[in-house]
């Protein structure tokens, strides 16, 4: 029962960073545009896999499981790999309102 509320947590939780908006040089932010973690699963690749098949880190898979926006640009190639789309499919830049 308790691991079903852990489940439900880290689900929304993982929802809601996945959109949340980061501040680069207080200038503009980048949003993830899709969330990464439910797309990887949708094709097969698990964080067990992920890290497994060391095809990213464990590091690199808590960055993206909290929302951090600290993606290498091999970490990018390798999603974009999986999940066969374009870096802009992932990430949106955007210009901070005034």
Known sequence: MISSYVNIFYYTLN???SQQLF???GEA????KINVQQKLKEAGYSSYRLR???LLSESTVQKMRVGDMGLSFSTLNVICNILQCQPGDILEYEKESE
């Open 15 to 17: 929802s809601c960073l």
């Open 23 to 25: 501040s680069v040089y």
């Open 29 to 32: 932010m980048l949003v993830y």
């Open 52 to 54: 497994q098949e060391r």
